[in-house]
Structures are given as C-alpha cells and as structure tokens.
C-alpha cells in the first residue's frame, strides 16, 4: 500500500489547524464524487454529535440546560447536513 497522505487546513474564527490522513483511507470513506474536504467534514460533525450526545445522555452532570441546548442545536445542524437524524444514522435512540 502506498504511503500517500493529504494534509487538509481547517481555519476558524480565532485559530487554525491541519490534519494529515492517508488517501486511502479517504478513498474507501468517498461516496461517489465527495472530496476529501467534505469526507472530513462530516467526520467533524459526526464526531461532534456523538460526543455531545455522549456529554448530555452518559456523563455525570451532563444533562445541564447548557449542554441539552447545545446538543439540540448540534443535532439540528446534524439533520441539516446527512438529511436524517443521528437516531436514525446511528440506531442509537433513547
């Protein structure tokens, strides 16, 4: 296997970053014409979702009005973006 990577920048309001993946673990990841871009994220929000979820359903001290709207509106944002809920993608429902 080859030993090819691909650095993305992901920039924000106050900072920035990169992160390195193997190309192909992109390559097995990519739904039709996807990029590598969009691949990531949606592993960003994914990743997001089922840590808040985590944070408001799992953890001591995480069911806090602060968390539960955070969760809701990370969830909202979730739908907006996969078209289904994180129930129904992940079979995790309560």
Do not use: W
């Not at 994914?46 to 979820?53: D, E, G, L, T, Y």
């Not at 968390?67 to 995790?92: C, N, P, V, W």
């Amino acid at each position: 296997m080859a030993d090819d990577t691909v650095t993305l920048h992901i920039e924000g309001p106050n900072d920035e970053d990169d992160v390195t993946l193997p190309t192909e673990m992109l390559n097995l990841m990519r739904e039709a014409d996807e990029s590598d871009a969009e691949i990531v994220g949606d592993l960003a929000l994914f990743s997001c979702a089922q840590r808040i979820h985590a944070t408001v359903h799992h953890a001591e001290g995480g069911d806090s009005e602060e968390y539960k709207e955070i969760e809701e509106q990370t969830m909202e944002l979730f739908e907006d973006r996969f078209g289904a809920s994180y129930a129904e993608l992940t079979g995790h429902q309560h």
